[in-house]
């Protein structure tokens, strides 16, 4: 009955996946008949653009984001570079996309998106190769990698959908050439494919990361030729330094964290006591089962009157009601007790080798570090990733200032996480 179950479940698995890759062909075959029609298939419209209220698979321009777009594009055409156009628009205060989109009610929010918005590079690159503005519909640019996967993969370009005259163009072709010309002048770079990597170091002042200057010896802003915020340009930070502050600061957590969390597994350890009581209540709870069938022989045999039967029956109810309610907790909590080892042991290594860590290995950080906010090369505040079991732990025990072995390092408790502050004097 079991392995028919199993093979039961199993096979109605599989034809829900059946049906769900069929399902997905059948819908993307029909947009794409659609878009072939030249309707406007995307859920999103490209800046420039509104939905016709009319007809929602059609483009109409919006005015107000349009003169933006043909001054992209002409600065683009008459030699103005991408960050020269990024900048000019940040200097003028030129609401953003998003800011756009927002203001005139459209919903649109991102997981990328900063809390400082401004006009970047990719944004104005973006725009500049969008043959939107021709007046054409593209349709299939891109598809899932798996049916109900997000990731997205490009599609070769003979694979596109590509219909001319859908909607008015807000760009001239001469202009559109013109401008791509001039602004895509480098050869393409050979980017390894995979997903690009997650930043660690932090510009406060725009969110955006820090790169190295030309010379590698130092980190920058990498919006601060673009950014028109002044702090943004204050950041320039020595690399050598910086790094080995960081490291410094890591090896310090990850002792502390250590020595807590080796604290904390030996309380966890102690579950033969719990599993011990747990034998008890339920010796208990047998030897109550046969005292109420005890009571009965003695009420039937007149050894005890009716009252005092009912009385000592409802109290052993109550006793067995009771412990069958907590035996059931406390096994879930040795449960819970022995996973939390389990996932301790696993990483203790994982510490071990972070509390040793000597070279500025990006990845291993990245498994303890959030961010790394770089104000001065007096001041850097790291954010630690409090997901982690090791670190709420200590969190907890964090309630107040204090200060730990390492020199000029303080520990700070906050309602949303630990912040560690190195205040190095270099």
Same mark, same amino acid.
């Given at each position: 009955?079991?392995? #028919?179950?199993?093979?039961?479940?199993?096979?109605?698995? /599989?034809?829900?996946?059946?049906?769900?890759?069929?399902? !997905?062909?059948?819908?993307? !075959?029909?947009?794409? #008949?659609?878009?072939?029609?030249? $309707?406007?298939?995307?859920?999103?419209?490209?800046?420039?653009?509104? +939905?016709?209220?009319?007809?929602?698979?059609?483009?109409?321009?919006?005015?107000?984001?349009?003169?933006?777009?043909?001054?992209?594009?002409?600065?683009?055409?008459?030699?103005?570079?991408?960050?020269?156009? @990024?900048?000019? *628009?940040?200097?003028?205060?030129?609401?953003?996309?998003?800011?756009? =989109?927002?203001?005139?009610?459209?919903?649109? +929010?991102?997981?990328?998106?900063?809390?400082?918005?401004?006009?970047?590079?990719?944004?104005?690159?973006?725009?500049?190769?969008?043959?939107?503005?021709?007046?054409?519909?593209?349709?299939?640019? #891109?598809?899932?990698?798996?049916?109900?996967?997000?990731? %997205?993969?490009?599609?070769?370009?003979?694979?596109?959908?590509?219909?001319?005259?859908?909607?008015?163009?807000?760009?001239?072709?001469?202009? =559109?050439?013109? @401008?791509?010309?001039?602004?895509?002048?480098?050869?393409?770079?050979?980017?390894?494919?995979?997903?690009?990597?997650?930043?660690? *170091?932090?510009?406060?002042?725009?969110?955006?990361?820090?790169?190295?200057?030309?010379?590698?010896? @130092?980190?920058?802003?990498?919006?601060?030729?673009?950014?028109?915020?002044?702090?943004? &340009?204050?950041?320039?930070?020595?690399?050598?330094?910086?790094?080995?502050?960081?490291?410094?600061? #890591?090896?310090?957590?990850?002792?502390?964290? !250590?020595?807590?969390?080796?604290?904390? +597994?030996?309380?966890?350890?102690?579950?033969?006591?719990? $599993?011990? &009581?747990?034998?008890?209540?339920? @010796?208990?709870?047998?030897? *109550? !089962?046969?005292? &109420?069938?005890?009571?009965?022989?003695?009420?039937?045999?007149?050894?005890?009157?009716?009252?005092?039967?009912?009385? $000592?029956?409802?109290?052993?109810?109550?006793?067995?009601?009771?412990?069958?309610?907590?035996?059931?907790?406390?096994?879930?909590?040795?449960?819970? /007790?022995?996973?939390?080892?389990?996932?301790?042991?696993?990483?203790?290594?994982?510490?071990?080798?972070?509390?040793?860590?000597?070279?500025?290995?990006?990845?291993?950080?990245?498994?303890?570090?959030?961010?790394? %906010?770089?104000?001065?090369?007096?001041?850097?505040? /790291?954010?630690?990733?409090?997901?982690?079991? =090791?670190?709420?732990?200590?969190? $907890?025990?964090?309630?107040?200032?204090?200060?730990?072995?390492?020199?000029?390092?303080?520990?700070?408790?906050?309602?949303?996480?630990?912040?560690?502050?190195?205040?190095?004097?270099?």
């Amino acid at each position: 009955m079991g392995m #028919t179950g199993g093979m039961s479940v199993a096979l109605k698995n /599989i034809i829900n996946s059946m049906y769900s890759r069929d399902l !997905s062909k059948k819908v993307r !075959s029909a947009m794409g #008949t659609r878009a072939a029609r030249g $309707e406007y298939m995307g859920a999103l419209v490209p800046y420039g653009y509104l +939905k016709n209220p009319e007809n929602m698979h059609q483009l109409i321009p919006d005015e107000e984001a349009t003169e933006v777009v043909r001054m992209i594009f002409t600065m683009a055409a008459e030699g103005k570079k991408k960050p020269e156009i @990024a900048r000019f *628009l940040n200097e003028r205060g030129t609401p953003t996309c998003m800011e756009h =989109f927002q203001a005139i009610g459209l919903k649109r +929010k991102s997981h990328r998106e900063k809390e400082k918005k401004l006009w970047t590079i990719t944004t104005i690159g973006d725009m500049l190769k969008n043959e939107v503005y021709l007046g054409k519909t593209i349709w299939n640019k #891109t598809k899932q990698a798996a049916v109900g996967s997000k990731r %997205q993969i490009k599609n070769d370009r003979s694979e596109w959908i590509i219909m001319e005259g859908t909607h008015e163009p807000l760009v001239s072709q001469e202009l =559109f050439d013109m @401008a791509n010309a001039k602004a895509f002048t480098h050869k393409k770079k050979n980017v390894p494919t995979g997903r690009k990597a997650q930043p660690i *170091l932090i510009c406060p002042y725009c969110g955006r990361r820090l790169t190295l200057t030309s010379w590698g010896n @130092a980190y920058r802003c990498g919006q601060a030729a673009i950014s028109n915020i002044a702090e943004c &340009k204050t950041i320039h930070v020595d690399k050598e330094q910086l790094e080995n502050a960081i490291l410094t600061c #890591t090896r310090t957590m990850a002792g502390i964290v !250590s020595a807590e969390a080796g604290r904390k +597994k030996k309380e966890w350890l102690q579950t033969a006591v719990i $599993e011990e &009581k747990i034998g008890m209540m339920e @010796a208990e709870g047998k030897r *109550l !089962s046969s005292r &109420k069938l005890r009571l009965y022989e003695d009420y039937r045999s007149d050894r005890i009157t009716k009252e005092q039967y009912r009385k $000592e029956y409802e109290n052993a109810a109550s006793q067995i009601l009771e412990i069958k309610k907590r035996i059931p907790k406390l096994k879930d909590e040795v449960i819970r /007790i022995k996973e939390q080892v389990m996932k301790m042991k696993e990483q203790e290594a994982e510490l071990e080798g972070l509390s040793s860590l000597e070279t500025f290995d990006k990845d291993k950080l990245l498994t303890v570090i959030d961010s790394v %906010q770089v104000y001065s090369e007096e001041r850097i505040e /790291i954010v630690w990733k409090m997901n982690d079991g =090791f670190f709420s732990e200590v969190a $907890e025990k964090k309630n107040r200032l204090r200060y730990s072995k390492a020199r000029n390092v303080i520990i700070e408790k906050t309602s949303w996480s630990l912040v560690l502050w190195c205040l190095f004097i270099w």
